[in-house]
Nanobody, 120 residues
Framework: QVQLVESGGGLVQAGGSLRLSCTASGSVFSINAMGWYRQAPGKQRELVASITSTGRTTYSDSVKGRFTISRDNAKKTVYLQMNSLKPEDSAGYYC??????????????WGQGTQVTVSS
């Protein structure tokens, strides 16, 4: 079994920073793309940022210049550094990873989510 465990969410004032982490564990053979989605109440899920196994990154327009995604392949961990946070960044943040197991093809796995709340 493969699990993704997130940490780092919380309450922060507008203009502040948070760093989210997501670590894969279990029967992991290789990790392809990793990334973060977010979803606020009443809104559609939005892809925030993604990073390939070679480090190529993409960002949604709403977070470009403020958020930075990175990964540590040795630690099987993806990070999301969020700076200059705005109230509209408040949402549940979910990490995902495309992971091949020891004896299985690659599947998409999801973390349990971590809440980010930005007060004005």
């Amino acid at each position: 079994q493969v699990q993704l465990v997130e940490s780092g969410g919380g309450l922060v004032q507008a203009g502040g920073s948070l760093r989210l982490s997501c670590t894969a564990s279990g029967s992991v053979f290789s990790i392809n793309a990793m990334g973060w989605y977010r979803q606020a109440p009443g809104k559609q899920r939005e892809l925030v940022a993604s990073i390939t196994s070679t480090g190529r990154t993409t960002y949604s327009d709403s977070v470009k210049g403020r958020f930075t995604i990175s990964r540590d392949n040795a630690k099987k961990t993806v990070y999301l550094q969020m700076n200059s946070l705005k109230p509209e960044d408040s949402a549940g943040y979910y990490c995902y990873a495309n992971i091949a197991g020891l004896t299985t093809r690659a599947y998409d796995y999801w973390g349990q989510g971590t809440q980010v709340t930005v007060s004005s």
